[in-house]
């Protein structure tokens, strides 16, 4: 059965949704959404079919405003209608996520079995550190015994999963994180109105290093990769090392600290300023041509301002090259103001390494990627939507465990098993009963058996035996002599030779008999039957008496038969052919 995974990738600008249909026969690309967040108000829009935008939840006003003072300001705008119980405990800062998250999936998640997402980097302490065994049940059980003295702070009430990069038979690389159970508590809880839940709670980062690697070839393997995600707030970054994510940071830098340096600059709101930043905005490089700079003012400005981010993406890259011994070779740029113009030439100057913008190989994805190019910008929900897909036999990471695990998943049973086997231990005592009763039963029936043999053997032998198979194997010997005694237990005429006698002497040519009903033993015979009329009756009766075993011949009344001419006749006949031979 066909089974639709969102990967949903939560930013602090919009949501972005990648949705795949996985079947026996592989997966499917088949939608990409996105709503735009914005302080105040929501504005959507489809990627897809570009659907018109449906009203938005906005801050609830502190007072009711005049139609007529609204038009005459020009400040009308439409608003999401808001019970008033809920106007009244809006919080704009809290509840946002919350409204967002609800209008985003109504729209668009009813028809989803699945959905995954991530936290930001930012909100998770993270650490690499391998163990000396790669069975996922001592990792377990020794995760928190191995971080507690590597880290400043107590896991008391941190919650901490894993994700094993790389494993030897002897030996595993781990990436741990580590996140307050009040947040994931508190993440959850802005999906209790959706109707869905997310199945899976992943890093950001890794969501992008798992989707590089779904797709990577042996060459793209080989090496260190950075995977550089600029995201509105921050920016992702996520080393990955001889096809193994290596090394995951997060840098609170991203495209809105860009567009806020320009607001400055001009003079501009921060609206203004994102739309000038996407119409204008160019990085200056020794290779690009002097006609593409309209503004210099503008490049200098988004330059000095992504100096933040080149001086921590270098520090990142020696933090590792100290680590690994290795440095990094290529840098994958993603997100957002990866769309910057030349920003590729303008970092591979300054950071000293090749850069390209990372897109998934598109045609991998089915018709519905192919004709789009919006496919680059999704990249991080991509990755969330594949951790629903990965075949990967190492452990992923994922948050929903333990008291906040998935009600689907088997985390979530485990507390339940107590119940489950005191509800089966009860059965088995129930079946215990139920063979001991079934044994009692039989036991009586032994008992009664048991019995009957010993009589049969004292009647037939003379004698009382008291071992039951010893009785009847010396019964069946007796019964199977034919001399002496023998004659007397085995008969000399069986039933099917009275059968053979009655049929002969009944069936003559001048005597027609349609039997109707027959019940033969060696004691006694009755019969029903159909003849042509009252003679033959007699007829059969007097060739019957010249049997000598048929002793005694009772006639029962005779009355016309239901078939037209037939008379309906009766006997019963006493069985004695001991008599018959004194």
Known sequence: MAQKIAGLDIGSHSIKAAVLESTYRGWELIGYHEMSIATGYVETKSLIDKIAPVDAPSSPPEEETNEDEADENGEAEDTAEVDDDEADAFDPERDRLRLVLQQFIRRYGNDWDSIYTAFDADRISLKALTVPFSDTRKIDATLA??????????????????????????????????????????????????????????????????????????????????????????????????????????????????????????????????????????????????????????????????????????????????????TVDTLCLTGGSSHLRNIEEFLAEQIGKPVACYAPPLEKFGPLAESSEDIPRLSAALGMAFAGLSGSRLKRLNFRKGEFAFKGDFEFWKGRFAHLGISMAVIFLFFLISLWSQFRVLSNQDEVMTTAIADNCKQILGKEVSDPKICVSQMMEVIGNQG???????????????????????????????????????????????????????????????????????????????????????????????????
């Open 145 to 326: 015994f191995n971080l507690e003295d590597t880290l400043p702070f107590q896991l008391a009430d941190k919650l901490i999963d894993y994700q094993v990069v790389e494993h030897t038979p002897n030996s595993a690389r781990l990436l741990a994180g580590i996140l307050d159970r009040e947040a994931i508590e508190d993440y959850l809880a802005n999906f209790s109105d959706t109707g869905k839940e997310p199945r899976g709670v992943i890093i950001d980062g890794l969501a992008l290093g798992n989707l590089f690697l779904q797709f990577a070839t042996e060459e793209q393997r080989q090496g260190c990769h950075a995977l550089i995600d600029i995201g509105h707030r921050k920016t992702s970054i996520c080393l990955i090392l001889d096809g193994v994510i290596s090394f995951i940071r997060s840098v609170p830098f991203g495209g809105q600290d860009l567009t806020q340096a320009l607001a400055t600059a001009h003079g501009m709101d921060f609206e203004a300023a994102e739309t000038f930043k996407r119409e204008h905005g160019f990085l200056r490089s020794a290779n690009a041509e002097a006609d593409e700079t309209p503004d210099i003012k503008t490049a200098e400005t988004l330059e000095t301002s992504l100096t933040q981010l080149i001086r921590q993406i270098k520090l990142t890259f020696k933090a590792h090259a100290t680590e690994t011994r290795r």
């Open 484 to 582: 002496g005694g023998g004659s007397k237990l085995k008969p000399e005429t069986s039933t099917l030779d009275l059968y053979d006698e009655l049929i002969s002497r009944m069936m003559t040519d001048n005597t027609v008999v349609d039997l109707q009903d027959l019940e033969i033993t060696d004691k006694k015979i009755k019969l029903k039957g159909d003849v042509d009329g009252i003679p033959s009756v007699g007829i059969i009766v007097e060739n019957l008496k010249q049997y000598d075993c048929f002793r005694s011949i009772n006639q029962g009344p005779t009355r016309s038969s239901v078939r037209e001419g037939k008379i309906q006749f009766s006997l019963n006949i006493n069985v004695d052919c001991g008599s018959a031979k004194k």
